[in-house]
């Protein structure tokens, strides 16, 4: 009889696309998740946490099709004993969820209805460097007033929150545009009901940033050879249809009040086109009565990012500072946060249109941002570390770390082989411990524990000289009773030097 083969091992890799968090990574986020959550409160934002799964159907915007039903969402079919069930899929962001729940609960919700809600989204999408099919969303929407003191209080709150959390004033910039204005451009250059001329003129636009005036101009046009020599064919405008596109993109003035007159040039006679420029007066009125100046956030028309799924205010968070890139030059960190007004998604529910406007924060483009400002990404301290000398008086150990923890100071027994006390010194530097606690059977007929200054210790091995090293020991002898208050002392002393 032939000998069955094993099974192979299954290789201990992370799938593509995704990756793991350990320690300080998972401690950052937290706390960065716990500080925009007190600005959101702050404002009267209730939390909500809807399913991390939902119905194809109800998300909607990834619907699925023959040959690929799960395109750009993670989808899987359900099956019961009878036939095939419904299509679900893992969340791609947390507003089409919102939608859902508002649509749900709408009878029991109050209205407006305030939320906020974090958590991980799931992109079915190529992965490439920084870009992971996992990544965390910090949301906050208004649903059920078209008032746009909704749309500046989103501002204000962005604005805040980006302050927090430690992008100083100065450092950032919310920067307001409207859809309705482009809407009025796109009307007076005559595309009426073109939808496919439309939606390619929008795609031109969003690429402004990139290719600038020229470019868009170019590309409105015939088309333009790109950086690799290629040509692209554009969308075959005329001149007198292309000027209205880059009055608007370029009516941004030093006065606020000189762009406003730029853009009413920009749209003409197109009544919602002067609809949406009223709008942003409104919300700058609005800013400026809360004391939100153009420092902060301010009307900026060459924002145009997301201008094809919202239908009013739309506005960006960029980061203004400098950093530099994989080849050594300068560039700006650019946006972290985007939003805007969305009247049309809760309709799909209910037949009816329900006004809406949120925001959503890259809480991991944050987190990356502040590791380049250097105000995150340090080495996190471990855990005191309670050494066994031993092993038969493990419950003097674990009174000591009872007492240390009930004190408020992180703090753990080794619990490997206690053989090797070397090994045990080993695991604390590799915790990051800043001390360990040493209780040997002299120490304990004296009455007295060992302290050593982890931290300390491994200062002077890397440079202290003999003298240095006898006027600050980094491990000496303290009375047991006085365990906590020693500990403490030395936590004190290294927070002194690391913030010093």
Not at 427 to 454: C, F, H, T, W
Request: charged share 30%.
């Amino acid at each position: 009889m032939a000998k069955q083969k094993k099974a192979p091992r299954p290789k201990a890799v992370t799938p593509k696309g995704f990756r793991d968090y350990f320690g300080v990574e998972v401690t950052e986020r937290t706390e960065m998740l716990h500080q925009i959550a007190g600005v959101y409160h702050r404002y009267g934002f209730e939390a909500l946490e809807s399913s991390a799964v939902e119905t194809v159907e109800a998300l909607g915007k990834f619907l699925p099709d023959v040959d690929r039903p799960n395109e750009g969402v993670f989808a899987w079919q359900e099956f019961d004993e009878k036939d095939q069930g419904d299509w679900m899929a893992l969340r791609y962001d947390l507003t089409a969820p919102l939608a859902r729940v508002y649509a749900q609960h709408r009878n029991d919700l109050p209205n407006p209805y305030r939320r906020y809600a974090m958590g991980p989204v799931w992109r079915n999408e190529k992965p490439g460097p920084g870009r992971y099919r996992q990544f965390y969303q910090c949301d906050a929407d208004t649903v059920g007033t078209a008032s746009m003191a909704a749309d500046a209080e989103i501002c204000a709150m962005l604005s805040d929150t980006l302050e927090t959390v430690g992008i100083p004033r100065g450092d950032f910039l919310v920067r307001v545009n409207n859809r309705k204005v482009m809407n009025g451009v796109l009307e007076v250059m005559g595309l009426g009901d073109d939808q496919a001329a439309r939606d390619n003129v929008l795609r031109t636009i969003d690429k402004f940033d990139k290719v600038g005036e020229s470019g868009v101009r170019e590309l409105l046009g015939k088309g333009r050879l790109d950086a690799s020599g290629a040509y692209i064919d554009g969308v075959g405008l005329s001149d007198d249809q292309i000027e209205p596109v880059i009055a608007f993109l370029t009516s941004k003035a030093d006065d606020v009040a000189k762009t406003f007159d730029n853009l009413r040039g920009a749209v003409g006679a197109s009544k919602v086109g002067a609809e949406g420029i009223a709008e942003l007066e409104q919300i700058g009125e609005l800013l400026a009565a809360g004391g939100y100046g153009s420092d902060r956030i301010e009307i900026d028309p060459s924002i145009v990012r997301g201008l094809g799924y919202y239908t009013g205010p739309v506005f960006e968070a960029e980061l203004t500072f400098e950093i530099l890139d994989e080849k050594g030059r300068k560039r700006q960190f650019g946006s972290v946060s985007g939003g805007g007004r969305y009247d049309g998604l809760v309709k799909r529910f209910t037949g009816q249109e329900v006004p809406a406007v949120g925001v959503s924060i890259g809480v991991d483009r944050l987190l990356a941002a502040l590791r380049e400002k250097g105000r995150m990404g340090g080495v996190a301290t471990g855990p005191v570390v309670v050494t066994v000398m031993d092993r038969d008086r493990m419950a003097d150990y674990q009174a000591m770390v009872a007492e240390l923890r009930n004190a408020g100071i992180r703090a753990e027994v080794y619990l490997g082989n206690p053989k090797n006390f070397g090994n045990q010194l080993k695991y604390a530097d590799k915790r990051n411990s800043p001390v360990a606690v040493i209780e040997g059977g002299d120490e304990k007929a004296n009455g007295v524990v060992q302290l050593k200054d982890l931290i300390l210790g491994a200062k002077i091995a890397e440079s202290a000289t003999l003298e240095e090293w006898k006027e600050r020991p980094s491990q000496f002898e303290v009375p047991r009773g006085d365990l906590v208050a020693k500990v403490r002392e030395i936590l004190a002393s290294q927070s002194e030097e690391q913030a010093g």
